[in-house]
T-cell receptor, first 111, second 113 residues
Framework: AQSVTQLDSHVSVSEGTPVLLRCNYS??????LFWYVQHPNKGLQLLLK??????LVKGINGFEAEFKKSETSFHLTKPSAHMSDAAEYFC?????????FGGGTRLMVKP | DAGVIQSPRHEVTEMGQEVTLRCKPI?????LFWYRQTMMRGLELLIY????????DSGMPEDRFSAKMPNASFSTLKIQPSEPRDSAVYFC???????????FGQGTRLTVV
């Protein structure tokens, strides 16, 4: 069995401040982990993925995530938020040929 | 490549009617996924195919939902009969292999009134 928990359903930050979106997982297998972003009225876009190579993964638009096996976490970070980052973010796990999605975190960026 | 193509983009139908959502995956991709997004449940995986064969349909909510993949370039998700609680955005995605990067379509927004 596997599961993904996004700890915050909503996160609000000011433009220019750091972003932290939290994701914890549970899996019996060595998982692949992904972060996707969904902007309003658009399809999902892959931000980054971890597949057992480097534990610190850099993605698009300045985002990165660190895979911490001891903490079973894969938190998404960005040093400085931009207004265009406002969107819904999904943490996804693939283990044993099965995809499981987190519930999503809505990121709001205040000017 | 045009990416994953879903049709229609928007569908409004009356309760009890049959609804068919369509998806054309990226050419050469062997895995295809159907997802549903609602405010209540977030994003859910409904079913996925590998080489046109349904691998796991445990996410399909009930017998009113069915999915087919008659060939490598086309899949349908059918709801019969539709109900208002089926209103959601339905996404299709494809990947070269399960676990590889998945490419998503733009989604179909379904409204059942």
């Amino acid at each position: 069995a596997q599961s993904v928990t996004q700890l915050d359903s909503h996160v609000s930050v000011s433009e220019g401040t750091p972003v932290l979106l939290r994701c914890n997982y549970s899996s019996s297998y060595s998982p692949s982990l992904f972060w996707y972003v969904q902007h309003p009225n658009k399809g999902l876009q892959l931000l980054l993925k971890y597949t057992s190579a480097a534990t610190l993964v850099k993605g698009i638009n300045g985002f990165e995530a660190e895979f911490k096996k001891s903490e079973t976490s894969f938190h998404l970070t960005k040093p400085s938020a931009h207004m265009s980052d406002a969107a819904e973010y999904f943490c996804v796990i693939n283990a044993g040929n099965m995809l499981t999605f987190g519930g999503g975190t809505r990121l709001m960026v205040k000017p | 490549d045009a990416g994953v193509i879903q049709s229609p983009r928007h569908e409004v139908t009356e309760m009890g009617q049959e609804v068919t959502l369509r998806c054309k995956p990226i050419s050469g991709h062997n895995s295809l996924f159907w997802y549903r997004q609602t405010m209540m449940r977030g994003l859910e995986l409904l079913i996925y195919f590998n080489n046109n064969v349904p691998i796991d349909d445990s996410g399909m909510p009930e017998d009113r939902f069915s999915a087919k993949m008659p060939n490598a370039s086309f899949s349908t998700l059918k709801i019969q009969p539709s109900e208002p609680r089926d209103s959601a955005v339905y996404f299709c995605a494809s990947s070269f292999r399960t676990g590889e990067k998945a490419f998503f379509g733009q989604g179909t927004r379904l409204t059942v009134v």
